[in-house]
């Protein structure tokens, strides 16, 4: 281990204004793109200040993974985090800590280990054909859609259906959705998040009072669901036995003597996993439709691939056949590289700690800069290049670019993640072409962080393959 040679005082950092720090500095939007500015000019140990709070950065690969690996003994989320997640009934197995969060994360790996990744994939065959009818139609009348919306609504059917044994459905129905009001909880997370004070604990702003009016009709479904799932256990007794879904097993441990489970973390697992599973697939599907779209010889490529593997089916109806759709993953891996949708983490050491050389005190906020590697020549050749061909060799570092985080609370979702980008990629290169894929005032696509990494809203246009 390195000796410690430096405290977080001796650090560098941007100029701070008194009272606010470097808030003025950081748009919440592009605080992630602030923050990876001044890495580039202060190197991969660096402090800055969200109001009277210091923080460290690190953008240092290698740190960052002995950070990640370092839980949940020498770091947890941050005690805001697990705050302001518990304030929006969101207190489930991302915001926790220590034991709750040991007792619901064994819960969560049951629920998407392969083999329940695998017996679902009927269930996610049927979403995906539904989801293209929606794009036939899309295409058959030349209309130009919602690319996020759309996608989105194909990830929380599929979340739903994996997580509670529920087919929501709706990719088939009009109007609005529960995905309608998750969409503004995002923001508001990242907005708190990034707040000097607890404003909300004082003064209700209109954004607040509307954020308070989509939670109570999402926390309304999330009711909904759980009480299918108590019926469908009320009258199976062997459900008892082997719950089908994650759900159920909450259930089940919530009702069982001594639990560690209470209602509320049912409740707020529930809603996590809707949040966590939705926007991270989404957008990054709709960073790689806008990456590729930019790369005549990579859509060419993907089109043949899917055409070549997929044959005359519309989409993959087969687990099997998503193992051979190489360039597809590969597609996944180069977008993740570059547009990692969680471009920063945020975590809080519990003990006195050395990062690299430096010496932490206990309750010191990481920014972990999660891209910065990535971007590094010295590990990738022609960083900023969409290259999807350099994930097919041997070579790739893969402990640089960790998309899905790493250690003890990597991502347990990135299975189905990654299953669903490559279902849902090949599926729209086999049957369609894109026409166009546009924002909708023509201005170039900027990265916008509302707690994940969107691209811009994008318009897309596609037609049927002939
Ligand atoms: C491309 C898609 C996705 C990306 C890039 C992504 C990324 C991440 C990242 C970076 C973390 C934090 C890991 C860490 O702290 O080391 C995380 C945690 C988590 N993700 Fe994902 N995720 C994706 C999809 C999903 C899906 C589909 C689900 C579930 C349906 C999911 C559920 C979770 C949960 C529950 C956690 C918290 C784990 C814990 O704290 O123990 N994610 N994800």
């Known amino acids: 281990?390195?000796?410690?040679?430096?405290?977080?005082?001796?650090?560098?950092?941007?100029?701070?204004?008194?009272?606010?720090?470097?808030?003025?500095?950081?748009?919440?939007?592009?605080?992630?793109?602030?923050?990876?500015?001044?890495?580039?000019q202060y190197g991969p140990y660096f402090r800055f200040r969200v109001g009277r709070r210091e923080l460290l950065a690190v953008s240092d690969s290698a740190a960052i993974g002995t950070i990640l690996r370092d839980r949940p003994a020498g770091y947890r989320r941050t005690q805001l985090l697990e705050t302001v997640f518990q304030e929006l009934g969101i207190a489930g197995v991302f915001a926790a800590n220590g034991d709750a969060w040991r007792a619901q994360r064994r819960?969560?790996?049951?629920?998407?280990?392969?083999?329940?990744?695998?017996?679902?994939?009927?269930?996610?065959?049927?979403?995906?054909?539904?989801?293209?009818?929606?794009?036939?139609?899309?295409a058959r009348c030349g209309i130009e859609f919602d690319l996020q919306a759309d996608l989105m609504r194909y990830t929380v059917d599929v979340v739903a259906g994996l997580a509670f044994g529920v087919d929501i459905n709706t990719i088939e129905s009009d109007g609005e959705t529960i995905q309608t009001h998750l969409n503004h909880v995002?923001?508001?997370?990242?907005?708190r998040l990034a707040a000097p004070f607890a404003y909300w604990r004082w003064v209700r702003l209109p954004a607040d009072r509307a954020l308070d009016r989509h939670l109570?009709?999402?926390?309304?479904?999330?009711?909904?669901?759980?009480?299918?799932?108590?019926?469908?256990?009320?009258?199976?007794?062997?459900?008892r036995e082997a719950p089908a879904n994650l759900i159920e097993a909450m259930l089940v441990e919530s009702e069982s003597p001594g639990a560690?489970?209470?209602?509320?973390?049912v409740a707020g697992n529930v809603l996590t996993m809707l949040l966590a599973g939705e926007d991270t697939t989404a957008n990054t599907l709709a960073w790689l439709m806008h990456l590729a779209s930019r790369e005549p010889a990579v859509l060419e490529r993907l089109s043949d691939e899917a055409k070549g593997v997929l044959g005359a089916s519309h989409y993959a109806e087969r687990l099997e056949t998503v193992s051979a759709l190489k360039f597809t993953a590969a597609c996944a891996h180069e977008t993740m590289r570059l547009k990692?949708?969680?471009?920063?983490?945020?975590?809080?050491?519990?003990?006195?700690?050395?990062?690299?050389?430096?010496?932490?005190?206990?309750?010191?906020?990481?920014?972990?800069?999660?891209?910065?590697?990535?971007?590094?020549?010295?590990?990738?050749?022609?960083?900023?290049?969409?290259?999807?061909?350099?994930?097919?060799?041997?070579?790739?570092?893969?402990?640089?670019?960790?998309?899905?985080g790493a250690g003890p609370r990597i991502c347990p979702g990135r299975n189905l993640a990654l299953l669903e980008i490559s279902m849902v990629t090949s599926m729209i290169f086999r049957n369609f072409e894109i026409k166009a894929i546009r924002t909708p005032d023509g201005r170039p696509v900027e990265e916008w962080l509302s707690f994940t990494m969107a691209p811009s809203p994008l318009l897309m246009t596609l037609a049927p393959r002939s």
């Open 216 to 239: 109570e009709i999402v926390h309304r479904e999330v009711s909904r669901l759980i009480g299918q799932a108590r019926e469908r256990l009320a009258c199976n007794a062997e459900l």
């Open 107 to 138: 819960m969560v790996m049951a629920a998407f280990d392969t083999r329940h990744v695998k017996s679902y994939f009927p269930f996610l065959a049927r979403v995906t054909e539904r989801f293209y009818r929606r794009l036939c139609a899309h």
């Open 340 to 404: 990692p949708v969680a471009p920063i983490l945020l975590l809080q050491a519990s003990a006195p700690k050395l990062v690299g050389d430096v010496a932490i005190p206990t309750g010191t906020v990481v920014v972990a800069l999660m891209r910065r590697g990535s971007m590094d020549e010295r590990y990738f050749e022609r960083p900023e290049v969409f290259e999807p061909e350099r994930w097919l060799g041997t070579t790739v570092n893969e402990r640089i670019s960790m998309p899905f």
């Open 1 to 40: 281990m390195a000796s410690a040679t430096r405290s977080l005082s001796d650090l560098p950092g941007p100029r701070r204004l008194p009272l606010i720090g470097n808030l003025h500095q950081m748009d919440t939007a592009r605080m992630h793109q602030a923050m990876e500015t001044w890495s580039e």
């Open 260 to 265: 560690e489970l209470s209602d509320e973390d």
């Open 186 to 191: 995002f923001p508001m997370l990242n907005r």
